[in-house]
C-alpha cells in the first residue's frame, strides 16, 4: 500500500519523503553534526527490548534453546582415531519454528582444502627444513569430521548440508515453540598431532617412551546457537573466534586403553568400574582436604604403567548438568592430585593431570592454582557452582572447557626452571580455569566478541595473581603494560569492538586493551567499591545466559549509576590513545594583609572610584544641586544614613574567624588532550621541601573544552614541580610532555616488566646446582 500525503497540490510517497530525509542529511556539514566525545551510544548500541532490557539485564521475554547430549567415544591409541555417535535432544524456547537445525563440525577447519586451509597466507621462508616440508606441502594432516549417519528417532535418514565448518539438518517438519526433537549423528575423525600441526586440541607424542597424552575437545559435532540478538549463529569457524554453544546436559562413555587415567567435564559416575579401591580411598580423602593437594595417582604408578602398557579397554562413563561444552584427556602418564574447595555452600574438587614431566612444578602449584582461581573468582564474580575444576598438563597450550583445561608450562628435563616457566604456568592455569566463568558460565558469543571472554579473564586473572603475590609479574591488566601497543601506529590497530577473526594484534586488542581498561575503571574512574558492585551485578544477572556487549555496557552503568558512555566510546569503538600534555603553567602569589584590612582597603578603593564619578557628574551639570539635595522627602535610608563603604554586620560575620595567614598560591596549568582519549586528569604537584599534593579530576572536566582546559587552584606552598599522571594509571603513551619543573630524567623512573618470560629468563636454580 502507498500511502499520499497533500500539499500545495504536490504528491509525495512516503519513501520519497524518506529518501528525501536521508539526502538531506547526508548534505548536512559535519561542523553541524555532533561530535562530542561525551555524546551517549544510542546510536551504536541495540534498542532495547523484551528479550534484553535498557538496564543490561535479561528482558521478560528473554530465552535460550537447549541441547542435550547422549555421546558414546571409542579412542583407538594405536590409528589416533576417535569414534563416535551421539544423540542430541534439542529443544526450541525460542518463540519461531524451525525448520532446520545447524550443528557446527569445527573439525573441518582442519580439513584439507577448508576455507582456513584455502586462506593461509604467506611468503617462502627465508629457510626451511625437508621436514617441514614434508609435513606441511606433501603429508598433509587428513583431519576434519568424517559424517557416517544423521538419523531421526523413527530410525528415518535425515537430509544435511555441510557447509565447510557447519552442517544444516533439515527436519521433516518444523520444530514448533516449546517443542524438542531427538536425532542422531555417527562420526569419526583422525585425531591431529599437535606438536606437528597445531590445534587447539589433539595428542602429544611422548616418542622415547612411545606413549602418548590426549587432551581431546571440539570433537563432536554440537548444536549452533539460535538466539534473539542473531537468529542462527552460524559463522564458520576459521581458527580464531572460538565458539558458540547453548547449554545442556551430558552424559558421555569413553572407551580408552585400560591402564589409561581420565579427567574430563562432569562426574565420574562408575568410579567403582574404572578406579582401583587404593585410588578410591585417596580420592575420598582429597575431598575432604582443604589444606593441600593429595596424590590420588603417583609418579611411581605413573611410571610403573607407562613400561607395561595394557591391551585391554575401560569405558568411563561422566555425566554433567547445565553446562555448554564438554571435553577429556586420558594418558597411562598421568599423575593425579586433588584438594577441596569450598565457596558458599558448594564444595569443589580442584583437580590436577600431568605426566612427570611436569614435576616438580605441577605437584607443587598446579592443584594450588586451581583453587586459588576459584576462591578469587567467586569473590568478584559468582561462586563457582560446578564439583570440579581440573588442570591438565601438556605442552605448550592454554586452551579452556567447563570444568576442565589443558594447561603449559614444563620445567627443564633436568627438573629445574626459570621464574619465567614458573609464573607463566601459573599465569596460565588461573587463566584457563578462570574461562569457567567466561564464557562457560556467563556465556558470551566468542565467535563474534572475543574480548567478552578473554578480555574480562584477563582483568580478574590479574586480580588472582595479586592475591596468590602481590609482586606478581603480572602481564595484562595494568596501564603501563599496554602503553607500546596504544602508541603503535593506527593502521596496525582495530578497536576493541571489532569481529574475532579480523582482530589485528590478537592478544593486545583482546585480552590486554579491555583487561586494562577495566582496570583503569576500577582503580582510577568509578572506585572499587562501585565497579565491583556492578561487575558482581554483571555476572549475577547473565551467569548461565548469553550477554551481548551492550548488555555488559548498559548493565555496568545501571548498577553504579555512573554514565561510561564517553568511556566505552573511547575504549572500545575507537584506537584513540591517553596522551595529555601539560601545557602553559602559571603561579601567581595570594595576598597575606588581615582580612579586614584587606576588606577596608578594597571599600576605601571603591570609594574613591565613586567619589571621582560622582564629581564629575556634578560638574557636567556645573554643581548645580539636585532634586534630593533640595527636599528631603526624595530622601531615604540610602540616600542619606546609609554608608555603602561600611562594615556591615553581614561583612562582620563573614570576616569573623579568619585570620591573617602565611601566603599562598595560586597555579593555574593548562592542559590538552594531544592522544584524543578522554580520561580522567591526575596532577601531582611538588614543592621545594620534597612533600606534595594530588588532585583528581573527572573525565568531565574535558566537556566542552575536550581539546584543551585551563584550571586554577590554591595551595599554600608554590610548587617547584607539576607531574600529569604521576602514578602511572592511565596509560599515557608520552611522558616527556607531562611535566614542569622537573628534571629531565626525573619522570622516567623504572617501571615493572611487562612479563614475567622477558624479567626471568635466567634459570638460578640451575646455577645454583652446578
Not at 230 to 247: A, D, N, S, Y
Not at 252 to 276: C, F, K, Q, R, Y
Not at 555 to 574: I, K, P, Q
Request: net charge negative; hydrophobic share 35%; proline share 5%.
Amino acid at each position: 500500500m502507498v500511502f499520499r500525503i497533500m500539499k500545495l497540490n504536490q504528491t509525495w510517497t512516503l519513501a520519497g519523503l524518506a529518501f528525501s530525509a536521508a539526502s538531506f542529511a547526508q548534505h548536512v556539514p559535519a561542523d553541524r553534526l555532533s561530535h562530542s566525545k561525551f555524546r551517549q551510544l544510542e546510536q551504536e548500541l541495540p534498542t532495547p527490548n523484551s528479550y534484553r532490557n535498557a538496564a543490561g539485564a535479561p528482558g521478560h521475554a528473554y530465552y535460550q534453546n537447549r541441547a542435550d547430549y547422549d555421546i558414546k567415544l571409542n579412542l583407538n591409541e594405536k590409528t589416533h582415531v576417535l569414534t563416535g555417535t551421539e544423540w542430541i535432544t534439542y529443544r526450541n524456547n525460542s518463540p519461531d519454528a524451525l525448520a532446520y537445525l545447524w550443528v557446527q563440525l569445527d573439525q573441518n577447519m582442519m580439513k584439507p582444502g577448508s576455507m582456513t586451509d584455502q586462506s593461509k597466507k604467506g611468503s617462502i621462508p627465508a629457510s626451511i627444513t625437508p621436514e617441514k616440508i614434508q609435513d606441511e606441502y606433501i603429508d598433509v594432516y587428513q583431519g576434519g569430521f568424517n559424517i557416517t549417519e544423521v538419523k531421526s528417532a523413527s530410525n528415518s535418514n535425515l537430509p544435511y548440508v555441510i557447509n565447510n565448518t557447519m552442517m544444516r539438518v533439515d527436519l521433516p517438519t518444523a520444530l514448533a515453540p516449546g517443542q524438542s526433537v531427538r536425532f542422531y549423528i555417527a562420526w569419526n575423525y583422525l585425531i591431529n598431532d599437535r606438536m606437528k600441526v597445531g590445534g587447539r586440541s589433539g595428542y602429544e607424542h611422548f616418542k622415547d617412551e612411545d606413549n602418548t597424552l590426549y587432551t581431546i575437545a571440539q570433537f563432536f559435532p554440537r548444536m549452533a546457537v539460535y538466539g534473539d540478538n542473531v537468529g542462527w549463529q552460524h559463522k564458520q569457524f576459521l581458527g580464531q573466534g572460538e565458539f558458540t554453544l547453548p547449554f545442556g546436559d551430558y552424559k558421555v562413555a569413553i572407551t580408552v586403553p585400560s591402564d589409561h587415567l581420565v579427567a574430563a567435564t562432569g562426574t565420574l559416575i562408575n568410579e567403582s568400574s574404572v578406579l582401583s579401591a587404593t585410588h578410591r580411598q585417596r580420592l575420598a580423602e582429597a575431598r575432604r582436604n582443604f589444606s593441600k593437594p593429595v596424590i590420588i595417582a603417583s609418579e611411581a604408578e605413573a611410571r610403573e604403567r607407562e613400561k607395561t602398557k595394557a591391551s585391554g579397554t575401560k569405558t568411563w562413563e561422566f555425566s554433567a548438568k547445565n553446562v555448554r561444552d564438554f571435553a577429556f584427556a586420558n594418558s597411562r602418564k598421568f599423575i593425579w592430585d586433588a584438594m577441596a574447595v569450598k565457596v558458599g555452600n558448594q564444595i569443589t574438587l580442584a583437580e590436577s593431570f600431568y605426566p612427570k614431566e611436569g614435576n616438580p612444578l605441577w605437584e607443587q602449584f598446579s592443584t594450588r592454582a586451581v583453587a586459588q582461581t576459584i576462591e578469587t573468582y567467586s569473590k568478584f564474580t559468582i561462586d563457582y557452582p560446578y564439583e570440579r575444576a581440573i588442570s591438565v598438563h601438556t605442552a605448550d597450550i592454554g586452551m579452556e572447557y567447563p570444568m576442565i583445561c589443558f594447561n603449559g608450562g614444563r620445567p627443564d628435563a633436568d627438573g629445574t626452571y626459570s621464574e619465567g616457566t614458573k609464573h607463566g604456568m601459573i599465569s596460565v592455569i588461573i587463566h584457563e580455569v578462570g574461562h569457567n566463568y567466561f564464557p562457560m558460565i556467563i556465556n558470551s558469543d566468542e565467535r563474534q566478541w572475543t574480548w567478552m571472554d578473554e578480555g574480562l579473564n584477563s582483568f580478574v586473572q590479574q586480580l588472582a595473581e595479586q592475591e596468590w603475590d602481590v609482586n606478581y609479574p603480572s602481564r595484562r591488566g595494568p596501564a603501563y603494560n599496554i602503553v607500546d601497543y596504544m602508541r603503535s601506529p593506527a593502521l596496525n590497530q582495530v578497536p576493541i569492538m571489532t569481529n574475532s577473526e579480523s582482530i589485528m594484534q590478537f592478544g593486545n586488542n583482546a585480552y590486554g586493551k579491555p583487561a586494562t581498561a577495566l582496570n583503569i575503571l576500577r582503580e582510577t574512574v568509578m572506585g572499587r567499591e562501585l565497579f565491583d558492585h556492578a561487575f558482581k551485578s554483571y555476572c549475577s544477572r547473565w551467569a548461565f545466559k548469553s550477554p551481548a556487549p551492550a548488555d555488559f555496557f548498559r548493565s555496568m552503568e545501571d548498577a553504579s549509576g555512573v554514565d561510561l558512555d564517553w568511556f566505552w566510546r573511547g575504549w572500545f569503538y575507537t584506537t584513540e590513545a591517553v596522551d595529555q600534555e601539560l601545557g602553559k603553567v602559571r603561579i601567581a602569589a595570594t595576598p597575606t594583609l588581615d582580612p579586614e584590612e584587606l576588606e577596608s582597603q578594597r571599600r576605601a578603593k571603591k570609594e574613591a572610584e565613586y567619589d571621582g564619578f560622582i564629581g564629575n557628574q556634578r560638574n557636567a551639570i556645573s554643581n548645580r544641586p539636585t532634586k534630593v539635595d533640595k527636599d528631603s522627602a526624595y530622601r531615604d535610608f540610602y540616600t542619606s544614613e546609609y554608608n555603602r563603604y561600611a562594615v556591615t554586620k553581614a561583612d562582620a560575620k563573614r570576616l569573623e574567624g579568619l585570620k591573617a595567614g602565611p601566603q599562598g598560591f595560586l597555579h593555574e596549568i593548562t592542559i590538552k588532550n594531544v592522544g584524543g582519549l578522554i580520561m580522567p586528569v591526575i596532577v601531582r604537584y611538588t614543592f621545594g621541601d620534597g612533600t606534595s599534593h594530588v588532585e583528581r579530576w573527572p573525565a568531565e572536566v574535558w566537556i566542552l573544552s575536550e581539546q584543551e582546559f585551563t584550571k586554577t587552584i590554591y595551595l599554600p606552598k608554590k610548587a617547584v614541580s607539576i607531574e600529569l599522571d604521576p602514578f602511572k594509571e592511565l596509560a599515557d603513551i608520552d611522558l616527556f610532555n607531562n611535566s614542569w619543573g622537573l628534571d629531565a630524567d626525573l619522570h622516567l623512573e623504572a617501571l615493572p616488566a611487562t612479563s614475567g618470560a622477558d624479567r626471568w629468563r635466567s634459570n638460578p636454580m640451575r646455577d645454583a646446582r652446578k
